[in-house]
């Protein structure tokens, strides 16, 4: 008799988030066609069909990154950390379902910049953990110092939300949304310096953590390789 496999933490994780967008996107559906074009003075704080749109679009886009991780170690034969897809599978629980659906974005005060910054602090551990990937393979030569390694952790998790940050601008401009939040609830159209807040703020909060980040692998790094030298030297004294 065939046992039956055990499913992991990261398992039950990545199913919860999956199941919980693809029952989001039935809900944004219907509600797509039952919702109003445009605000009224009856219901002001009522939600839009656009914002249904961009309520489906992030569900479907986070149907597909979800399995992200597993194509990317299927593909480079690779093993990314259980802790790393498990905190992945909770960020996008935390953007989509309740940011978007459950409205997080307006209703918890600093719900984008929390999020931004966990998101800046995963990507610099993942620009570590791609470094470290290239240092401990045969196939690459060269092997990246503590310093250069921080420096592109860094720099990787600041191209990525920044490639999120053009994302969000391209996807508000083709299906008129409010992903970079330039509307307030009610439909009020910022101006000036406070319709760019929220995609500077992302920014800076990406930047901080990741750099926080950055520096922790940097000392954790430093610690490794004198460890590393240190037994090697023992071996070649005996």
Known sequence: MQRVKKLSIKNIVGIICLTTLIFSIGFSIYKLFNAPAELSDAQPHERLKSDYILMLVQCLLGSVVLFLPSVIEKHFKIDIPNYMEIFYFIFLYCAIYLGEVRNFF???????????TFSGAMLGVLGFSIVNIMNSSEKVKVKLSPGFTLLFAFCFALAVGSLWEIYEYVMDGILHMNMQKFMLEDGTKLIGRAA?????EDMIVDAIGAFLMCIIGYFTLKRHNRKSTSITDTTSAK
């Open 196 to 200: 760019l807040s929220d995609t500077m």
């Open 106 to 116: 307006f209703i918890i005060p600093y719900w984008d910049l929390i999020l931004h």
